[in-house]
């Protein structure tokens, strides 16, 4: 089972910020949190992702709470093209060997409306 | 840019046929993946490989089989199909460092008559 919990669907205001929550409370202290999204009949494209710290790039911002049960994943000025499926997942420092899994959830559908 | 090439977009196969479905990744990456993606249920993981000639059973492998006989390429075989196959199966490769992402192909859309 997926390790994360999301809410199903999201909508937002064109031009404004995107808020995307997810919520990993099992989380262990050596597994990352990463975000990805699936724009319709495409594969899955990364995002973002963050151990402790919050991070940014020219895509997002990745806020993670300081006990690491949650975070929210920041569109700034969400776009129609950001209308997509948005997948939160947690997995494990990864060394090599069979600790690779990559498990995907069900995704919050962000809605992006004029 | 790492390029995952799967080798058909839309198949359509008759049930009972053997299916191959084949990926291939250009950036030398160790582990590489297959899901499927039905309507409703997210991505599944189907198989998981971390080397070469080295798999892990995801969480259907019910029905399907894997071969990694050289480190770019990742093939998914449906030994028998069945109507319950029909979906959209992805690809994906990794490398092995702690944060690394996952980079997926488009996807090959089967359907099994």
């Known amino acids: 089972d997926a390790k994360t919990t999301q809410p199903p669907s999201m909508d937002c205001a064109e031009g404004r910020a995107a808020n995307l929550p997810c919520n990993h409370s099992?989380?262990?202290?050596?597994?990352?949190v990463y975000w990805y999204r699936q724009i319709h009949s495409q594969g899955p494209q990364y995002i973002i992702h963050?151990?402790?710290n919050n991070e940014t790039n020219e895509m997002a911002s990745l806020i993670i709470t300081e006990d690491r049960k949650s975070s929210t994943l920041i569109l700034p000025h969400a776009t129609l093209r950001d209308t997509a499926v948005y997948y939160c997942?947690?997995?494990?420092?990864?060394?090599?060997?069979?600790?690779?899994?990559?498990?995907f959830g069900k995704g919050t559908k962000l809605s992006v409306k004029p | 840019d790492v390029k995952v090439t799967q080798s058909s977009r839309y198949l359509v196969k008759r049930t009972g046929e053997k299916v191959f479905l084949e990926c291939v990744q250009d950036?030398?990456?160790?582990?590489m993946f297959w899901y499927r993606q039905d309507p409703g249920l997210g991505l599944r993981l189907i198989y998981f490989?971390?080397?070469?000639?080295?798999?892990e059973k995801g969480d259907i492998p019910e029905g399907y089989s894997v071969s990694r006989e050289k480190k770019e390429r990742f093939s998914l075989i449906l030994e028998s199909a069945s109507t319950n196959q029909t979906s959209m199966y992805l690809c994906?490769?990794?490398?092995?460092?702690?944060?690394?992402?996952?980079?997926f192909g488009q996807g090959t859309r089967l359907t099994v008559v």
């Open positions: 994906a490769s990794s490398t092995t460092s702690p944060g690394s992402e996952a980079f």
């Open positions: 099992t989380i262990s202290g050596n597994e990352y």
């Open positions: 963050g151990l402790k």
């Open positions: 997942i947690v997995r494990v420092a990864y060394y090599g060997g069979s600790q690779g899994n990559l498990i």
């Open positions: 950036m030398d990456h160790e582990n």
């Open positions: 490989s971390y080397d070469v000639k080295m798999k």
